[in-house]
């Protein structure tokens, strides 16, 4: 006659398995989810929209391809350099013909001349996350640091510094005009 094994007594471990999901649960801390700083444009009036053209002079379209390779305008290049050939892009500091051209916009009571110039950002479906995000980002720190250098030439101040009425003057004189095309399927013919 086989021998009964004897029951192990599970009444507690269900209230021994709770306990512990609430000691976890109470202890975890949940990471922040940071993504991309983006404002959309506001929705146009139906009445004031109409097709606006566009300088290709105005436009440098950056494009990531599925093998992450990296092209501004009509160059490959290394990310390395893009924030510095951008900065060059937006501001035109020689008036060259071939850059952005500029106008002159009356903001808090000084003209400025602002650039007209748009980065097209395109990309491949292939294109990896860390890519994508790694390009985006230089595209970001170029802005940025003319606009540190615009807020450093009139307010003496870097840009985190100023208050939020400067913070204006600088977004509006050095504008962030980083548009995004939807990523295309080029590896398919």
């Known amino acids: ?7 192990i007594n599970s009444s507690s471990t269900a209230d021994i398995a709770f306990l512990l999901l609430c000691y976890f649960l109470m202890t975890t ?4 989810q940071s993504g991309l700083q983006r404002r959309l444009p506001p929705i ?3 009445k004031d ?22 092209f501004a305008g009509n160059e490959a290049m290394d990310i390395s350099f893009l924030k510095d050939k951008m900065k060059e892009f937006l501001s035109n500091p020689a008036d ?7 106008e002159a916009k009356e903001i808090g009571g000084k003209t400025y001349m602002v650039s007209k110039g748009v980065i097209s950002l395109q990309n491949d479906r292939g ?7 790694a ?4 595209l970001v720190k170029a802005v940025n640091e003319l606009r540190d250098e615009f807020s450093m030439r009139e307010f003496g101040k870097r840009f985190s510094r100023l208050s939020e009425d400067e913070q204006d003057v600088v ?3 050095v504008p962030q005009n980083i548009s995004e095309a939807e990523p295309k399927d080029t590896g398919k013919k």
């Not at 801390?29 to 922040?32: A, E, K, S, V």
């Not at 294109?127 to 995000?133: E, F, G, L, N, V």
């Not at 390009?135 to 230089?138: A, G, L």
């Open 1 to 7: 006659m086989a021998k009964k094994t004897p029951e």
């Open 29 to 32: 801390t949940m990471g922040d």
């Open 44 to 46: 146009p009036d139906t």
């Open 49 to 70: 929209v109409q097709d606006q053209k566009v300088n290709r002079r105005n436009i440098v379209v950056v494009r990531i391809n599925s093998a992450d390779k990296l």
């Open 96 to 102: 060259s013909p071939e850059l952005p051209e500029k």
């Open 127 to 133: 294109t990896s996350y860390q890519a994508y995000i």
């Open 135 to 138: 390009v985006q980002n230089e």
């Open 171 to 173: 977004k509006k004189a």
